[in-house]
T-cell receptor, first 109, second 113 residues
Framework: GQQLNQSPQSMFIQEGEDVSMNCTSS?????WLWYKQEPGEGPVLLIA?????ELTSNGRLTAQFGITRKDSFLNISASIPSDVGIYFC?????????FGTGTRLQVTL | NAGVTQTPKFQVLKTGQSMTLQCAQD?????MYWYRQDPGMGLRLIYY???????DKGEVPNGYNVSRLNKREFSLRLESAAPSQTSVYFC????????????FGPGTRLTVL
């Protein structure tokens, strides 16, 4: 089955730094979603994108729906310790989601 | 409003045993999903139910069965558990409208010995 290519696989950053991660696919998606998962928990929806080229913010998080509809980007500004977790992208067609393999973010003080 | 709930939280089975994972949502959502999550593999769709009374296979359905008991509840059954089914299982739901924003439960961690 298809999975999205998500990079980087992991990141170690210092508190206060900005973070960028991206997700690419060989297929077109109608919707891109970004989730965060903390240890022992289920994924939590952060941002949803519905139109090619759309840029959406949620606090310190900003995500973009690529023009080709085959990619998406997530940026986190001024990282804080509670940003630690695994970030997943997901592309939607009809009623199903296809998930990326995740970017593990570690924040050091 | 509890969202999506799953039981049990942890389970250990022996090879060949059967069990049912329970999922319920109180958001009046039409669609429900079962995923498994393995290290380095992201989430993979096992089965889904687009609406009450319908179920469809996802990416990795072999070895599983599902039942959409009513609009609230969607169960996943392992008839004869195998070590390859050791995983974390997540249930999710979405309103079933154009926006496919899925909301996840806390997961069931299953170990098959």
């Amino acid at each position: 089955g298809q999975q999205l290519n998500q990079s980087p696989q992991s990141m170690f950053i210092q508190e206060g730094e900005d973070v960028s991660m991206n997700c690419t696919s060989s297929s077109i998606f109608n919707t891109w979603l970004w989730y965060k998962q903390e240890p022992g928990e289920g994924p939590v929806l952060l941002i949803a994108l519905y139109k090619a080229g759309e840029l959406t913010s949620n606090g310190r998080l900003t995500a973009q729906f690529g023009i080709t509809r085959k990619d998406s980007f997530l940026n986190i500004s001024a990282s804080i310790p509670s940003d630690v977790g695994i970030y997943f992208c997901a592309g939607s067609t009809a009623s199903k989601l296809t998930f990326g393999t995740g970017t593990r973010l570690q924040v050091t003080l | 409003n509890a969202g999506v709930t799953q039981t049990p939280k942890f389970q250990v089975l022996k090879t060949g045993q059967s069990m049912t994972l329970q999922c319920a949502q109180d958001m009046n959502h039409n669609s429900m999903y079962w995923y498994r999550q393995d290290p380095g593999m992201g989430l993979r769709l096992i089965y889904y139910s687009a609406s009450e009374g319908t179920t469809d296979k996802g990416e990795v359905p072999n070895g599983y069965n599902v039942s959409r008991l009513n609009k609230r509840e969607f169960s996943l059954r392992l008839e004869s558990a195998a070590p390859s089914q050791t995983s974390v299982y997540f249930c999710a739901s979405n309103p079933g409208l154009v926006k496919n924003e899925q909301f996840f439960g806390p997961g069931t961690r299953l170990t098959v010995l």
